[in-house]
């Protein structure tokens, strides 16, 4: 709504509670304009403000001089004591001059599509702006939920930004695409201290190994159904869809499990998880659990089982078809996949071509159980003193050289495979792998050429909404990186010749395919052979530049031709520069700077006052000196100018090429799941290599001969004391006694660590190892000592 007031008097008790004008930086989003438009009554402001005074503390405090009649309430908050000394009533009651006025809202705008629109506050830590409609609404599960306001404010379209890495995942906002959704749209935040989208970068109780950025939409029954989840993911930089549906217990230990694996950013649930305050057990179980990832509520509605089922029969590759017949009956798996992809549809702004993504139900018969705090007090995937340091056995185990291959070596660990077949198998490749040297090294260096698969194969099958020059920049470099991949597909499958595995065997057989030699010679029609994946920037932006052929479009040439005069001039520029000061002057790139000047001082610190007083922007680091000049800044300008016009012109030829290749997309999922097993292999071989492993065998009993602990093992600079073990149906009971610091907590650990290790298919430090296969491992073991008190963990436990 709008208001209006009588501004002199509210400048006046906005004076009364800046005081003297000392005021502070404000997140306030939208700002309040006195004369006219004021986006807030005057409760929702003195929720604002008091929110965000307590939480900013007294320390931003900054001078805003001339503040008139107007005042954008956007640019500033509080001061200290004043404010302190003005009360809730006292503050409400002044601003009870402004008076509603009628405004046209959201309706006149977008029709029926938006009712309203708000910005959610309820923990003033972390402010996130939300969007209202009735597709998905806001929930905070906090204990400020009374305290949480609803702002109007300019509707825009929130979605997800991942960078070219994917490194980073960022809410953004596009003024389009919202109203081609059709049905209004709502947001949630759970976990009221965190209102921003988690980012892979954000550690999470299990660390950030293998940085992801899935997405989960999860639906329970209801009745009798209750316990029945269904569960859907996709990882916004890989283009698979896994969907679960399995039962689950009052403590819902399964689908915990499957969370910490996944790792997500944010989980989607049906509104009905969350209404008028009152949370469903699985709801608040999963909140309290994940309280760094973003929950997030839609409207019961989107959970729709016929359009799930549909969206897999227009998007499955035909290679993974078969998948619609292992799901046709599970209907709380097929409603979670059309509440998931939709939502990805509207947040991320893009579409997924037809026939491009590969979707996996994954049931979890094969696979054994370890609940969150076992994976915890275990050490599975990080130490819980040094979350950084590799004292983990996640560290020992991983020599990976991908991203699919960490990912996979860490589902691993958290969710070890109890298929003995499986198990064999990796097994006998490890074997191999450490016997046959050479076919080690080969492949380990052969895996390590490669970029991430996952994330090339999602650049390429999905479709922006809307595109522009950083799309079409990203575009040219995921062709260039395609080509550099299929390029190595010949290479890694030589390599595989002399492998005698009949997984090795397997995966040879996959990479014959015709479709990589097809991909190639598609690409190698528009695309120069010479342009290749490198690093650095500059060698970077040079073969995105020229990545297509000459002759292909005459105005790309033209345009090339430009951009080399202007780097040509920039050249020139320089070099005269240095003539005429007698320095040594270079030319240097990066993406912040553009063309810039550096010199190497060479220890001389004196050289920065002999730089020419048009030098600017002069940034010394270490030994080198970064500066630029105005014509430097303009030629700058021109070379943006000609080189957005260079990646527009090429994305009209790559973005037809693109394409013609997705219909042969599928064997590229083939390549990246060949890939990742590879390296997990090679990782759990090197680790062989390293120290002095044995392969276990399975039988009815435990059985472990000086048995050491895997961690300590690889870590220690001493020998450690190695251990035997022995249980059976006879003998199933182990009494463990001993003084402080002799090592009972680390023994039963020890069991715990080489039982995952031998079911991943690890070789285990031992002189001889026997485990019975398991589905579930329990772990009732603390991690903490009380030297105060001369308790050991094992007492306090």
């Not at 007090?377 to 590799?390: G, I, Q, T």
Request: glycine content about 4%; overall charge neutral; hydrophobic content about 35%.
């Amino acid at each position: 709504m709008r208001y209006e007031c009588d501004s002199k008097r509210t400048w006046q008790i906005l004076r009364k509670i800046t005081g003297k004008t000392k005021i502070k930086s404000c997140a306030l989003k939208n700002g309040i304009k006195i004369n006219g438009d004021i986006s807030y009554n005057p409760r929702e402001i003195a929720i604002e403000l008091n929110n965000f005074f307590v939480t900013i503390g007294p320390n931003l405090a900054r001078n805003i001089p001339n503040i008139k009649k107007t005042i954008d309430i956007s640019s500033i908050a509080l001061a200290n004591l004043d404010f302190l000394e003005l009360s809730f009533e006292e503050f409400e009651t002044a601003f009870s001059a402004l008076k509603p006025n009628k405004a046209s809202g959201f309706n006149d705008i977008h029709g029926n599509i938006f009712t309203n629109s708000n910005f959610s506050v309820t923990n003033s830590t972390s402010k996130r702006q939300k969007i209202s409609s009735d597709f998905y609404t806001t929930s905070s599960n906090s204990t400020s939920l009374d305290r949480s306001a609803k702002y109007s404010f300019n509707l825009e379209t929130p979605h997800l930004s991942l960078d070219h890495d994917g490194k980073k995942i960022t809410k953004k906002s596009c003024a389009s695409g919202i109203c081609s959704l059709q049905t209004p749209f709502q947001e949630s935040s759970s976990n009221g201290s965190k209102h921003t989208p988690k980012t892979p970068a954000s550690r999470t109780p299990l660390g950030n190994i293998a940085q992801t950025s899935n997405v989960v939409a999860i639906v329970e029954g209801r009745g009798m159904a209750k316990g029945e989840i269904g569960m859907a993911c996709i990882d916004l930089k890989g283009a698979e869809l896994i969907i679960s549906q399995f039962s689950d217990g009052p403590t819902y230990v399964k689908i915990l499990c499957k969370l910490q694996i996944i790792q997500p950013v944010e989980i989607i649930m049906p509104n009905t998880s969350y209404e008028n305050g009152k949370m469903t057990q699985l709801f608040q179980v999963i909140s309290e659990q994940f309280p760094y990832v973003t929950l997030t509520t839609v409207q019961r509605k989107y959970f729709n089982e016929s359009k799930g089922l549909q969206y897999i029969r227009q998007l499955c590759v035909p290679e993974f078809n078969t998948v619609e017949m292992d799901v046709q009956s599970k209907y709380y798996c097929l409603a979670t996949a059309a509440a998931l992809l939709k939502y990805v549809e509207f947040i991320q702004n893009v579409v997924f071509a037809p026939a491009s993504l590969k979707i996996t139900y994954k049931g979890g018969e094969k696979t054994a159980l370890i609940d969150m705090t076992a994976a915890r007090h275990l050490e599975l995937v990080h130490n819980l003193r040094n979350p950084k340091s590799k004292q983990s056995l996640y560290g020992v185990l991983n020599y990976t050289k991908t991203a699919g291959g960490a990912r996979l070596l860490r589902s691993n660990i958290l969710q070890p495979p109890c298929d003995l077949q499986t198990i064999q198998t990796r097994f006998d490749c490890v074997e191999e792998l450490v016997e046959k040297e050479e076919l080690f090294l080969n492949l380990q260096a052969i895996i390590s050429k490669f970029l991430d698969v996952d994330h090339l194969i999602s650049s390429t099958v999905q479709i922006p909404k809307k595109e522009g020059i950083k799309v079409f920049e990203r575009k040219i470099a995921e062709i260039i990186f395609l080509k550099h991949t299929i390029e190595l597909v010949q290479i890694l499958q030589n390599a595989l010749a002399d492998g005698q595995n009949s997984l090795f065997k397997a995966y040879y057989q996959s990479l014959d395919d015709s479709r990589f030699a097809n991909l190639l010679e598609q690409i190698k029609t528009v695309i120069h052979e010479e342009s290749r994946y490198q690093k650095g920037a500059l060698n970077m932006r040079t073969q995105k530049l020229f990545a297509v052929k000459p002759n292909v479009n005459g105005l790309l040439d033209v345009a090339r031709r430009t951009h080399c005069e202007v780097v040509d001039d920039i050249t020139e520029m320089i070099h005269q520069e240095a003539t005429s000061t007698g320095l040594m002057l270079t030319p240097n790139y990066n993406n912040t700077r553009g063309f810039h000047i550096t010199l190497n001082t060479y220890g001389n610190n004196n050289l920065v006052d002999a730089l020419p007083s048009h030098f600017i922007k002069v940034v010394r680091a270490k030994s080198v000196i970064s500066c630029t000049t105005e014509d430097l800044i303009k030629l700058n300008t021109r070379l943006d100018e000609s080189l957005e016009e260079i990646y527009f012109l090429s994305n009209m030829v790559v973005g037809e090429l693109m394409k013609n290749i997705r219909d042969q997309i599928g064997c590229l999922y083939k390549l990246a799941e060949c890939i990742s097993t590879l390296d997990l292999l090679v990782s759990l071989a090197h680790a062989c290599t390293l120290s002095n492993y044995i392969r276990p065998e399975f039988t009815d009993t435990l059985a472990l001969k000086q048995s050491r602990h895997p961690v300590l093992d690889r870590m220690s600079s001493l020998p450690i004391i190695p251990n035997d073990v022995y249980a059976s149906d006879v003998s199933n009971f182990i009494l463990i006694t001993g003084p402080n610091m002799s090592g009972k907590s680390t023994y039963l650990r020890q069991i715990a660590l080489l039982q995952i290790m031998a079911q991943c298919g690890s070789f285990v430090p031992a002189e001889y190892a026997s485990f019975r296969l398991t589905n579930q491992i329990f772990v009732r073991i603390g991690s903490d000592d009380d030297i105060e008190t001369n308790c050991s963990t094992f007492k306090l436990e």
